[in-house]
């Protein structure tokens, strides 16, 4: 009896139970449904007013947040393809400089942006003076050969600067007598203005003059002069474009204004050099140290070289000529210190630093082109190229005739019109007159047009035309000689030879000098800024063994060559 009354039990309270979880069932697919009609009822208001739609966002685009650096990479990809193909292809690298080539990537830019009815971009001033410029100088300036350098010093900088004044000062003076002869809107133009159009004009690209150069083979003397000059012209232009427009500002020009002006001149170049030593001589020190840290030896190599320019800049000095003087103190100390593998990407990262921001300044050149404002004068502009080809020609045969006095080996002819003819305008020419205030100067349109249409002369009719005419006046070429331990050191011979004679014949000349500060070095200065036991190798030892490590990795590459060549020979079937 008891057994059975608590089955009943259990099986009242079982039954119980499933009743319950009956109801529970019901009552969440009451509430199910009721859910899916409220979200019908939200579903269709949403869709009624778009505002109020609220979905996750998968995929989104905001190309405005990358516009700038999107479009400027951009445009080196597009510009280092072309550079590719350039190359790839003989025949026409042969014939054109590669300068026309980023001009006809420039105006392929500014034709596109036109059609698509954009904004061209703006060569802004810190743009140029603070980014884009820098690497051009301190490329040319770091890789500047030294001993050609100091063997040829007294003339480059003769033609660098008296020659840049005379062209600068001859050309403003026969522009503003072109212009109140002309008369009409020519006669707005003062003389301040035309002196100021001269130094820009008077700017000589060093990297287009270093590209033809290269690709024509000159000798060695040539190719120094011209480099040389092309390198230093770029500061002095600069510091009397600078100088020029503080007069522009100042509105009226006095006696007193002028003298400061020519002490102005001289204590922002010098200046310039003392910075640039200083940080030289800190970055050779400091590569002393970086044994145990050679991946932050090239960084060193960097920011040392861009402080100096930018501690120039701070006091109103010759950046460019920190730049030069920095990577000429440094380089031979620095590169006794640090690795070979950092010397490579020091190397190959300032020849791409380089070639990037020449190659954005020729697309501003291109976009500006195409896109304007241009104010054009056939007065002006054939003046303007008339006399840039007149006063260099007359300056060259002018300086090399004082010259050639004093020079041991004298420039021939040939030589004088190899000089006249090879400087080219470009980038440099092109960012000055772009960043003139148009308050100060109302002309200038008509400015950077002039400009415009020299640098094109100069870059496609003399670019083009310097190696046919090398090859019909049958210019000396270099001389394709490998370096021997048996050159360096009848080279090293002649040297002490000549010191020798010039102090026994009481004649203090160049050798005798450059002996004096040779003993200096070896005695004081390298001992100071070279680690370890090198500070005191002998320099033949150094040398040899430069060209024993030249010659391993040339070693290196070939066997490399060989080895891919043989497998994918072996791999065909």
Known sequence: LLVSLELKFCGFFVSEREGLTVKMKMKMKVLLLLGCCCGLVCAGQNRSDPRDQRLFPVLSINYDYVQMPFEVSLWILLASLMKLGFHLLPVLSGVVPESCLLIV???????????????????????????????????????????????????????????????????????YGACRLEAGRLASVDLLSCLLFGSIVSAVDPVAVLAVFEEIHINELLHILVFGESLLNDAVTVVLYHLFEEFAHAGEVTVGDVFLGVVCFFVVALGGVMVGGVYGVLAAFT????????????????????????????????????????????????EANISHKSYTTIKYFLKMWSSVSETLIFIFLGVSTVAGPHAWNWTFVSITIVLCLLSRVLGVVGLTYIINKYRMVKLSGKDQFIVAYGGLRGAIAFSLAFLLSSDDFPMKDMFLTAIITVIFFTVFVQGMTIRPLVELL???????????????????????????IEGVCGHYGHHHWRHKLDRFNKRYIRRCLIGGERSQEPQLVSFYNKMELKQALMLLESNSSANLSTGDTAAAP
């Open 105 to 175: 990537v420039g105006l392929l830019v500014g034709g596109l942006i036109r059609v698509m009815g954009k904004n061209p971009p703006v060569l802004d001033s810190q743009l140029f003076f603070l980014c884009l410029l820098p690497p051009i100088i301190l490329d040319a300036g770091y890789f500047l050969p030294i001993r050609p350098f100091t063997e040829n010093a007294g003339t480059i900088l003769t033609f660098a600067v008296l020659g840049t004044l005379w062209n600068v000062f001859f050309m403003g003076a026969v522009l």
């Open 474 to 500: 049958a210019v000396k070429k270099k001389k394709k000689t490998k370096c021997s331990i048996n050159e360096e050191i009848h080279t090293q011979f002649l040297e002490h030879l000549l010191a020798g």
């Open 287 to 334: 590569s002393r140290f970086t044994s145990h840290t050679r991946v932050i030896e090239p960084l060193f190599v960097f920011l040392y070289s861009y402080m100096a320019y930018l501690s120039a800049e701070v006091f109103h000095l010759s950046g460019i000529m920190a730049l030069i003087a920095c990577g000429v103190v440094m380089r031979p100390y620095v």
